[in-house]
């Protein structure tokens, strides 16, 4: 199968997110909370695991999509095209007694990485558990850089989509491929090379700091090669980071996610993995 032809038609332009995106599984996910964990003691190691467990059964108000404020220790829903702040919970999932129905207009330039932490994929649950019981962010960091390591120098952490490279290889040869990730540079092609996808892209930004300068980097993508927003494909698996701010600009979306949408948009295509949009 081909992309919709409405995606396919008057594109130019294709800007593609790394991680959880060019290559399928989330192992690295679980191995990234196993490595925070091991920071705790002993007993918050437990309530850890239990509350891992329960959000990844959809059982917490830790979930995808939310925004969690580190400081207060609550969560909160964002609509990114209101950008509204919404029913604040606590980590219990009762509503906020202090907030209460509190609807407050929260930019995503508010985001900070620290206190504000938008929670757009599967890699800020793990983080976001850690801040709760006290792991300070250097640490949080740090766990996050090794993990970045063992999943590009062990086998059984990244699983390669099927003819990914081929088809890139071909899209090349007509459209101009963009790489934008938070990921940083040294990183990337670390995990390209691994991956088997270097010199496929035309352009890379990295240590993009998605979602607060999403919009910024690409107004300048679609200045820089001349592109109308709707001549333009953002991919990625992380709505809040790549996929919003493409519907707010008029491009199109491709949206990695394993689980039902949460809206139907015109330009919004969603796909639980990139071999739905290869050619076959």
């Not at 129905?101 to 929260?106: I, M, R």
């Not at 689980?259 to 990139?274: G, M």
């Amino acid at each position: 199968m081909s992309l919709e032809p409405s995606f396919t038609e008057d594109t130019t332009l294709m800007i593609f997110d790394l991680d959880g995106t060019l290559y399928e599984d989330t192992k690295h996910f679980d191995l990234f909370a196993d490595k925070l964990k091991k920071k705790l003691p002993e007993d918050s190691q437990i309530q850890f695991s239990e509350d891992y467990s329960h959000v990844k059964s959809g059982n917490h108000p830790l979930a995808i999509g939310k925004v969690y404020d580190a400081k207060e220790d609550v969560f909160w829903t964002w609509d990114p095209f209101t950008e509204k702040l919404s029913t604040p919970e606590t980590w219990d999932g009762s509503l906020h007694k202090e907030y209460g129905n509190t609807t407050k207009t929260f930019p995503v330039t508010s985001f900070d990485f620290k206190r504000w932490i938008a929670i757009g994929d599967g890699w800020w649950p793990p983080y976001v558990l850690a801040l709760h019981y006290g792991i300070d962010m250097v640490d949080c960091h740090r766990a996050y850089d090794e993990t970045k390591v063992d999943m590009a120098a062990e086998e059984g952490w990244l699983t390669q989509t099927p003819g990914l490279a081929s088809y890139l290889q071909q899209l090349k040869e007509e459209k101009t491929l963009v790489l934008m990730t938070n990921s940083d540079e040294t990183d990337v092609h670390r995990l390209l090379q691994h991956l088997g996808l270097e010199n496929l892209f035309d352009s890379f930004i990295t240590s993009a700091k998605k979602p607060i300068q999403t919009n910024q980097h690409f107004n300048e993508l679609l200045k820089a090669y001349n592109v109308q927003p709707e001549q333009a494909i953002s991919i990625g698996d992380n709505f809040m980071n790549e996929i919003a701010p493409a519907l707010q600009q008029g491009m199109k979306s491709v949206w990695l996610t394993p689980d039902q949408p949460p809206l139907t948009h015109e330009n919004l295509w969603p796909v639980t993995s990139l071999t739905e949009i290869m050619k076959k």
